[in-house]
């Protein structure tokens, strides 16, 4: 099996995000499976123009010369993509929406088609499918935070057909999600919110089976690293504030 692990984290390897993408890659490569990771922060993938080559001129291939090719080429030929962003602003952040944008235009067909009463399109790759996962990561634990995220990955996964098969392209596999993750700054209740760690490399070693998970809710995982640590949501969020309060003074 072969995983792709994205991380569109600004701080690149050396945030939170890249944190649990390397404790699931390490798992799946530990039960044999050969994984590559992609930092965004690392690469210059500029904003779609909207021009419209992808899909009239050279149907499934963006002609602006920049490393999308190089994530376009990453995620062809994996079996697993997991995205890994942090929440901005109650969504996905910018770089992983602009990586989004310019990838799945050249994924898909510019027909619409309707499937099950909604818009969608055709894929350009026929006998494909690929199993996705998306982790969310968050200073806060809001529920409605992650949401739209949710929203739009699945709506990507049920709009993205096979055009000889009929089938989804994208199977989503499950959804990762960990709140209070800036707490892990606290050496403290980094150690002892360790069993994270291990459990999102359990997942990994999950993945690399390359067989169905079996979760009912959607969630492989959903958890906060305050609550990993043993705080209740008062003590997490005081401890939060507490953190805030010694970054100012290192900015200061």
Request: with cysteine; aromatic share 8%.
């Amino acid at each position: 099996m072969k995983l792709l692990t994205i991380n569109s984290s600004g701080r690149g390897g050396r945030g939170h995000t890249a944190t649990f993408l390397a404790s699931i890659a390490g798992g799946a490569r530990a039960a044999g499976a050969e994984v590559q990771n992609l930092d965004l922060a690392n690469l210059n993938i500029r904003p779609c123009s909207g021009c419209l080559t992808c899909w009239f001129r050279t149907p499934g291939r963006c002609q602006v010369p920049d490393d999308l090719s190089r994530v376009h080429k990453a995620f062809l030929d994996a079996d697993t993509i997991i995205f890994g962003t942090p929440m901005y602003l109650y969504g996905m952040n910018g770089r992983m929406k602009n990586m989004l944008e310019r990838l799945l235009f050249s994924f898909t067909c510019p027909e619409p088609i309707l499937i099950d009463g909604r818009l969608g399109h055709h894929a350009f790759y026929a006998g494909r499918r690929f199993r996705l996962v998306l982790l969310c990561t968050g200073s806060f634990d809001d529920p409605d935070m992650f949401q739209p995220t949710f929203d739009a990955f699945a709506h990507m996964c049920r709009q993205t057909i096979d055009p000889v098969s009929g089938q989804r392209v994208f199977d989503h596999v499950g959804k990762i999600v960990v709140g209070f993750s800036e707490l892990l700054l606290d050496k403290s209740i980094r150690e002892r919110a360790a069993g994270l760690l291990e459990d999102l490399a359990r997942i990994g070693k999950d993945l690399a089976g390359g067989g169905p998970l079996t979760t009912d809710s959607g969630f492989l995982l959903r958890t906060s690293v305050g609550a990993r640590a043993g705080l209740d949501r008062a003590e997490s969020i005081r401890k939060y504030a507490e953190i805030i309060k010694m970054v100012k003074l290192i900015y200061a």
